[in-house]
């Protein structure tokens, strides 16, 4: 694999022989150097690379990096959340979300709860959580006004050609007009007035 930065160290040309995503390279070993660079002040590097070669077949403990303050982790022009990135590069390279994660119940600082100042982004202290397919959304191509009149609501023809011209205008309970709004219109009920 050739790398367009100048020295990548043998820990970090060990991991990007096992990253599962597509992501570009270069920002894939972007992202793996900044992880090293993280756990080597906490003597967690072993511990990653335990991870990620026996990908998850034995317990491994929490790979913690410090928490931002937003929680998120930046790397070169991308932002993303620690565990999604690196879950992403080495576990599930179809990842989409952190929607889709769900911690294992032995992670101690998984995202989600928060602890302290530290967040794990151990890959296999999260499990992908099956995305449930949804139905089609069906949505009518009918224009507004091309709705028949014949399935538009029966509204009383006077209060259509002739709407009240006062904000005090009521409904009888049967649906139209009040009648006292019809008197006062020289109308009875049914009638239909031109519009002037």
Known sequence: ???????????????????????E??????????????LKKNNLLGELEKAITNAGSKPTKCIVIPRSLD?????????????VIY????????LQSHH?????????????????????VNPY?????PTPVLPPILVSHMQPNSIPLDLLP??????????????STRWSPTGGLAEDHLAGMNMMPGECREAS
């Open 125 to 129: 202290h999260y499990d992908k959580v």
């Open 100 to 120: 889709e994660l769900k911690a294992i119940e032995a992670c101690e600082y998984a995202f989600h709860l928060k602890k302290g100042e530290e967040v794990c």
């Open 1 to 23: 694999m050739s790398t367009l930065l100048p020295f990548t160290p043998p820990i970090v040309k060990r991991l990007l022989g096992y990253v599962k995503s597509d992501d």
């Open 71 to 83: 929680g998120r982790l930046q790397i070169s022009h991308r932002k993303g959340l620690p565990h």
């Open 25 to 38: 390279k270069v920002w894939a070993e972007k992202a793996i150097k900044s992880l090293v660079k993280k």
């Open 87 to 94: 879950c992403r590069l080495f576990r599930y390279g179809d």
């Open 154 to 167: 029966d509204i009383d023809s006077a209060f259509l050609h002739n709407p009240p011209s006062d904000t």
